[in-house]
Every structure is written in structure tokens, then in C-alpha cells.
């Protein structure tokens, strides 16, 4: 494996054991400030990747723990000067490096307005992590390709035990180690179909990636890879948004990734799986399910049994490899995307 | 004008005036309320275009009254089943028809759990006006079109009011009758030079929309009609997020619309058409300001004097005719898209 990308990727069940045997205490002194300090609402700010673990995190938060989560808009504070009262809530900065300046920024605001201010990043002495309160770390190792693989499932795992923490779930390490054998399944099992059907998309111009809710976080971080790595246009979608004026784009041969995991969500994308085909798009379906999986123009079968808080972690590793085939198959060097270094920072 | 589309973009004068005359009475009830009620988060439920209006909401009420606000999954409660506790919050719900299930379901959870719930839409008489605390109206009309416009810059001038209310400016509505004079403005000026150039992008397949701060809503609501009403793949970024990644979609000529009013955020804006002309992109811009302007392949001088607040109504316009007239060029019927209906009900 030539490649940075590949390579990273194949690394994520060990990043995810480390974090799952030596973070949890750090997370269980965050998830006792957070009950300390009364919290009622949680804004996160992000670039990039990170917001899509962002996502994650709202979805998690709101299910396991109801409280309301929200996304922040750093140019509140970096350009327009806002003032925000931010008594009462959590503010969580993610960022791979930690060295997103207008993040940094809005933590340190965030702390002075009166927040409880955690940073989850790959790079303990960062910036942010010294803005913050409180910091998680990500134990990735150094991640040297441009496209975010390990430390976007690393900060996933990194929120799923503290979401467990909160509500005084004492085995979330375990079911960490479960979706660690189970990437490790995708690796195995799924790679192969994923390298057999790449060649298929080798013109594909556009595209969009759709799930509903929880993977919500995978549909749009999958639509960043394929953007990143192979210059596809890729825009990723809530099902339920997509049928709100996105699904005209549906014309015969359309191309649309669903991430359809067993969950509470389940029924919602068998109902687009149904619409997707009527409309004659071409749909390339991640599932495990057997029923769902007929409907697909390419079925890609994943493994079974993931929790569905986990399947996005599971998901989202098919969805990197698809990428990485799919700029290897049109040509592209994935470690090296024009225009873009590792580090990207924005005021 | 044979098409519903454009005869409601040009009734959009109209419409702002009326909110302004009509509407100030119940947003100063809604502001007490707010007031009453010590809010100190705010969450905001909507589908498609309504959802760009809750972006402007955000953005607006941080950054002029430093309460954070975020947007809500409805999925966390129509399929999840999760408890939000939502004490001390007020859930804003955006609807044209007020029918969304999804937007309703939210309503209602939120005000069974808590929260102070509001409605912006325009049917007072609707499912979500019944489930809300408070119902502020759009005025705009039966709205035909499937692409929404009149009620898209209506919610945006009823927010507005409400939250230059919140902070006790009463000069608001003589302001919402300022920018309808630009909107005039822009139907009599902007529009001869949008469909003089609406030619050019006739074989375009895929663009990317960018503005930054308030103006993030203009960019998503113009690539939103760009989907709908010509079948162009539009996504739209942040310019910042936009760096972190989507960048490398960028090769020579491959098309950015980018709206630029004059504001806190221009500098930054600026920067990025450099970028983007040092890409060799074609960039499609938006602004009042003859330098940045120059840096455009095809520049669309916007009136200027536009409140920086109010310019996403101003700029919307402008896209929204941009929109209308590429539909026109492609021989499309932009008032019948493909696949959807003016109410689209997801659950």
C-alpha cells in the first residue's frame, strides 16, 4: 500500500482500542464537569472533517443525554464581534490539530462569555487544547495524508464515550472494541467489493450521499472525501431534506450513496431506496440488511450487528475506502489533493 | 411574464412592505416574551428553503442579541423518540405551508418539554401555527411556484424585525421599507445583466455557492433554487469551510458564485476571490464594490448601500433571478421541477 491514505485508514481499529482502553478516564472527568456545571445546551465549533464529527455529536448528545446541541458559526466571533452568553453551555472545539485559528478563537470567547469549554484534538499542546478547559485526546498518531481518515472515527469513538459517560454507561470501552472488530471486518470483507466497483464511477462527474439521522455525520463526511480525493461533486443529504426540492436532480442513472444501518432510521431509508429506484438512480447502498440491499443498483454489504450509535464509526470506513478506490481507479493521487495542505486555517 | 417563479420574485417589494406595515405588533409580543422568559438558547426547525431562513435567524440573533442558536435534527424526535429538555429555550419553527410533519412533531415536543415555541409561516391557520406558542405571519400571499421565493425573503424580513425588536430598535420596519426599495432595484437594474448572462452557463452541470457570515443563507438558498429550477449540482460553502477540502474541486473554469456585500465579512471575501481567480475558477459574483468586482469573469454589479443585516433579502433576489433566468436559457419550466410538489411532508 503505497498510499498515506490507505494506510491510515487500515489503522483505524488500532487508534480505536487505544482510545477506548487509555481516554476513558479523561472523558469521565468531563462528563462529571458537565453534570458539575449544569449544562443545558452545547454549541460546537469546526472545520471541515470536524464538523462532521461535530454532527456526530449532536445526534449522539441529544439522543443518549437530551440535551440540545447545536453547531456554531465562528465568524460570529472572528469577523462580526459578537458577544455571546454562553452561561450554562458546553462548548466543545474539535480539530484534528488543533491549530484552526477562528476555532481557537471561539473557544477562547466561548471561556471569557462563561462556557465550559472541552477540546477534542489529535495534538494534546495545540492551540486549542490550550484555549480549552479540558481536553480529549484523539491518540491517532501523526496523520500525514491531507484527506482525514483515523482521526475523524477517533474523535467519533472520543464522543461516544463521553455521551456513555454522561448517562453512566460504565461498558461504552467494550462496545468501542466491538466497532474496532468490526472495521476490521470492513477491511477484510468489504474492501475487495468496494476496489471491484470502482471502476464503474471512473467518469462519475456529481453526486450526492444521503442518510438520516445519526449517519447524517457519515453521509456528509463520506461527500467530503470523494470531493477531496477524487474531485467528485458530492453533496450529502438528510433524506428527509433531500426530498424538499434536491431530489429533481433524481434522473435515470443519478448517482446517490445511502448508508442504511438497522436502527430507528432504517424504515426512513428503505421508504428513499424504494423512491431512489422508481427515479431510476443509479444508488450504491451500504447496508447489512438483505431486503434493502436488492434495491441498489450496487449493493455493498457490511457487516452485521453494529450498534447503530456505532454504525457511523463502521459506516464511515466503507464510505474512506470507496473514496480511496475511487481515486485510485481515476487516476488521483489521494494523498495529494490540489489546491490543499494538512493544516487549513481560516479566520 | 408567463412563469409563476417570476412573478413572485417580482411581488417580493410588495411583501416586505406589508410585513413591515403588519407584522411589527405581534413580533413585539413574541420579543417580550422572548424577554420574559430569560431565553438563553434558541433552536430552529425547517426543511429546505425554510431551513436557509433559520440559518439567517442565527446568525442575526447572535450576532445582534449574543443569544447562540442552532438548528435542529427533527429526525432526534420523530425517529429517535429522544427527551429534549428544552427549559429555558425557544424553538423557532419555519414553514411556508406550516404542514411539515417533522417541523410540527418538533413543535410540539419542544413545548411539551419546555421550551417557549414560536412559528414563522404563512398560514396562520396551519399545524404548525396550532402546535406553537406564537405564530409570527410571512404575508406573501399564496405562494404557487414550487420554488419558494416571496416566502423566503418574507420569513427573513419577519426575523429581522423581530430581532432588531428583541434589542429594542424601533426603527426596523423603515428599514425593511429600504431594502424593498433595493429589491426595485435590483428587478429594474440587476435583472437585464442576469439575463444577459445566463446564456453562458447553459451546459454548466455543477457549481459551488460561497458567501460567508449572514450571507452563508444566501448562498444556500441560491443553490437550493440552482437544484431545483436548472438541475445544477450547487453546493454551498462558508468560504472558510470551503478551504478546509472543497477547494480542490477547483480547475480552470469550473464555476463559484460568490455574493459579496459590502460588511464585516467583505475583507475576507475579497481574499477568497483572489484565491479563486489565482485558481483559475470562473467566478460569478455578487457586489456593489467596483474593486472586488474586477477580480470576477462575470461580475454582477448589486445597488449598493445595502444595511449589512438586511442584504441577504437584497442578494437573494439577485441569485433568485439568476436562477429563474438560467432555468429560462436551459428550456426548462422552472415552475414545474421534476419529482416534487409544492408541500413535501417528511417525517
Request: charged share 20%; with cysteine; proline share 6%.
Amino acid at each position: 500500500m503505497a498510499h498515506l491514505m490507505r494506510a491510515e485508514i487500515g489503522e483505524q481499529p488500532e487508534v480505536l482500542r487505544r482510545i477506548a482502553d487509555e481516554e476513558q478516564r479523561a472523558v469521565q472527568t468531563v462528563a462529571q464537569q458537565i453534570r458539575d456545571h449544569a449544562i443545558r445546551a452545547v454549541f460546537l465549533a469546526a472545520r471541515g472533517t470536524s464538523d462532521n464529527a461535530a454532527a456526530y455529536f449532536k445526534y449522539l448528545f441529544e439522543i443518549q443525554n437530551g440535551i440540545p446541541c447545536g453547531l456554531a458559526a465562528p465568524s460570529i466571533v472572528t469577523m462580526y464581534r459578537a458577544h455571546l452568553n454562553l452561561h450554562g453551555a458546553l462548548v466543545v472545539g474539535i480539530s484534528q490539530s488543533g491549530q484552526a485559528p477562528d476555532v481557537v478563537e471561539y473557544l477562547a470567547h466561548a471561556r471569557a462569555n462563561g462556557a465550559l469549554t472541552v477540546s477534542i484534538t489529535n495534538d494534546p499542546e495545540s492551540p486549542l487544547a490550550n484555549a480549552s478547559h479540558f481536553t480529549l485526546q484523539i491518540r491517532a498518531g501523526a496523520e500525514r495524508s491531507v484527506a482525514a481518515t483515523k482521526t475523524y472515527t477517533g474523535a467519533l469513538a472520543v464522543i461516544y464515550l463521553l455521551s456513555e459517560a454522561l448517562r453512566g454507561q460504565p461498558d461504552a470501552p467494550q462496545r468501542i472494541h466491538h466497532a474496532a472488530a468490526l472495521v476490521e471486518q470492513v477491511l477484510q470483507q468489504t474492501e475487495p467489493r468496494l476496489q471491484e466497483i470502482a471502476d464503474r464511477y471512473r467518469y462519475m462527474r456529481e453526486c450526492v450521499a444521503l442518510a438520516r439521522g445519526v449517519n447524517q455525520a457519515t453521509a456528509q463526511e463520506i461527500a467530503l472525501k470523494l470531493i477531496e480525493t477524487c474531485y467528485v461533486m458530492c453533496k450529502a443529504y438528510s433524506v428527509a431534506d433531500f426530498m424538499h426540492g434536491p431530489f429533481a436532480l433524481i434522473e435515470p442513472g443519478f448517482p446517490c450513496l445511502l448508508f442504511a444501518p438497522d436502527g430507528a432510521t432504517f424504515a426512513t431509508a428503505l421508504e428513499s431506496a424504494s423512491k431512489l429506484r422508481t427515479g431510476g438512480a443509479e444508488t450504491i447502498l451500504f447496508a447489512s440488511d438483505a431486503e434493502i440491499l436488492k434495491l441498489a443498483r450496487t449493493p455493498v454489504p457490511m457487516p452485521a450487528g453494529a450498534p447503530e450509535m456505532l454504525s457511523p464509526i463502521v459506516y464511515a470506513v466503507a464510505g474512506q475506502l470507496f473514496a480511496y478506490h475511487l481515486a485510485v481507479a481515476r487516476d488521483l493521487n489521494p494523498d495529494q489533493p490540489r489546491g490543499l495542505q494538512k493544516v487549513t486555517k481560516t479566520l
